[in-house]
DNA sequence: CCCACCCATGGAAGCGCTTCCACCACAAGG
DNA sequence: CCTTGTGGTGGAAGCGCTTCCATGGGTGGG
């Protein structure tokens, strides 16, 4: 039990004020650090404010500076189905986290691929002090009318086309494509994830460049970051190029989805064909064989990303996380 | 693009009133449906509102009401890891999700075990619409101070100390035992969760009287949901009783974990030993063999108590939801 | 010794919304 | 015809905070 008399209201600032025996004015400055205030008011203040446990009104503060009281972690894609994505989650939490550390709550919302207005509306909300943005369409991104553009900041797998936090996927593709030939593979094919997103599109690129300058020959199949899609992608590959000894999916999930196909359908892994992911979630290091992957730093991304769009940070360039390559049994 | 005037204030209730041709009181009514107005008014209001593309100001009406922006997931745990739980994740997110339509904000928050008072001075933040209590003790509950008691309601795989959501992990612990008996198993050991936890100690009942009822002796080893726990559990378990032919794990991931270890020991599974866990996450179809496991609704349970919040609904008994048996290979 | 300057302070005006209350017109009952 | 309602409406007072602005008491330079 805690010694709290039973029917008080709960303390503002004009009660820490008058407490300190100061004016609000003064106590708003002191407590937030904003403006003049003498150390020995500054001490007063705090000291007042701990001893009535006064915790700042988030709602009349917002409302106060013109700020939002959450960001929204919106993410776009074709179906709501997007939310489920295990990506999404480590977003969405690693953003909660450096939210709450502010005292500012999160959304999330589902940007729909087939109306790019969606954004623009959201952009509008005053409610909203930031948005961390998962895979924006660029039409979604000119729908956002220019008088809302500082407050936007974005993330992720997505864009490069607004100030972003992103994992380096095409270095990280070379790389494990490298790997594979040095390796002894011959024949890699890749799983993409859904062509609409330029990460996909890059990550293919680099495929590609790799597989010419190892002379491989191109394979590919679009995927979508299932590990249902991985599983009959897999398939796919394994009947329209049986020689393949190596495939590589953008994504863990997919992998596995790959993985499990393949050594259901008989197919020994690493012997016959090598597995490679991308993201390393934590099922990768589970599986059996344990799957060879490349680091992808959600938390650390989402987590720039979040404290970005909280501080309203000048936009800066898109910056590039490095990723690294997890060597286990299936490659 | 849209078409947007690039330099317009956002539309407030008053840009709303003043084209609707009535005051903001008034305006405020016909939007709110609280209070008395006539239909010709609600419909001009609402038109009006429409055509300003007038989106509601959340902190301003929060202020105005005092009710919350948002509502807060707040975790029992050791330490401020347990918010990396894929569990809790879920949970996150499906309270984000149902937030969203009503346009308020979702936090998560650690609640320290040490510390039992952070729920309290949660409780008194005017800026929470609601918490959504995943795993408190009990002198965290009882540090909530009565006059906040109104505005909590509680899920999860904790706590039935307050109105709750939670799946019914007694009858699930027993079926499994049941089955694995079926099976023809008869030392069948448990890696449970954390002690403190309730869920914990119910779910280890079950197995205790499941496993007298069966004439099994009871073999119990304490874990932490983590994949790690789950292998060296499962290592502990086979050097004190070597004769254990099946191991059940509350959550997937120590099961996966534990059937991770056992396959690298050279113990054959199912042969040698079953394998089940609890949940039924993702990667459960996926492992090798697959994961025997019971189903655990997170998101309708989530969704449920997030509702239940949001709408301010009395409290109720605890509901339980049913888990099902899922048969994969492993057991 | 005075003036200019500066820093710390308090008064007060909002931020956009809800809601209490007084008000008005009109209808029905005496 | 006057009283007593009644439902729709507008005025205005906040909700708790930030911030502009004016004020005062100090310091240093002239």
Do not use: K, Q
């Not at 953003?95 to 005292?103: E, L, P, Y």
């Not at 909300?125 to 924006?136: A, E, Q, T």
């Not at 590990?227 to 992998?255: H, K, N, Q, V």
Request: with cysteine.
């Amino acid at each position: 039990m805690v010694a709290h008399p039973s029917r008080r209201r709960e303390a503002t600032l004009e009660d820490v004020a008058r407490e300190a025996g100061v004016s609000v004015a003064t106590a708003s400055r002191a407590l937030t650090g904003r403006g003049p205030a003498s150390n020995a008011t500054r001490t007063r203040v705090a000291a007042a404010a701990r001893e009535l446990g006064y915790v700042p009104h988030a709602a009349a503060r917002a409302l106060a500076t013109r700020s939002g009281t959450h960001v929204v972690v919106a993410v776009g894609g074709h179906t709501a189905h997007v939310l489920d994505d295990p990506y999404v989650a480590r977003v969405l939490t690693a953003t909660a986290r450096t939210a709450a550390a502010r005292d500012v709550g999160v959304s999330v919302r589902w940007l729909p691929l087939h109306d790019p207005g969606e954004l623009g509306r959201l952009a509008e909300d005053r409610g909203i002090g930031g948005i961390v943005l998962v895979n924006p369409t660029r039409p979604a991104l000119a729908a956002v009318p220019r008088a809302a553009r500082g407050r936007i900041a974005a993330i992720g797998i997505g864009t490069r086309d607004v100030p972003s936090f992103d994992v380096d996927n095409g270095a990280a593709a070379t790389r494990l494509v490298e790997h594979l030939v040095a390796g002894g593979r011959r024949r890699v094919a890749m799983i993409t994830g859904p062509l609409w997103l330029p990460c996909t599109r890059r990550a293919l690129a680099a495929y590609h460049r790799a597989a010419a300058e190892s002379a491989i020959p191109p394979r590919a199949v679009p995927g979508d970051f299932t590990a249902a899609r991985g599983g009959s992608a897999a398939a796919e590959i394994m009947a329209r190029w049986p020689d393949t000894d190596a495939i590589f999916a953008l994504g863990d999930l997919s992998a596995l989805g790959a993985l499990g196909a393949l050594r259901r359908a008989g197919v020994d892994v690493p012997g016959d064909v090598a597995v490679a992911g991308f993201d390393d979630i934590d099922f990768a290091a589970l599986s059996d064989p344990g799957l060879t992957t490349t680091t992808n730093p959600v938390e650390a991304i989402a987590t720039g990303a979040a404290t970005a769009v909280l501080d309203r940070r000048a936009p800066g360039p898109p910056t590039l996380y490095p990723s690294t390559l997890v060597l286990r049994d299936s490659a």
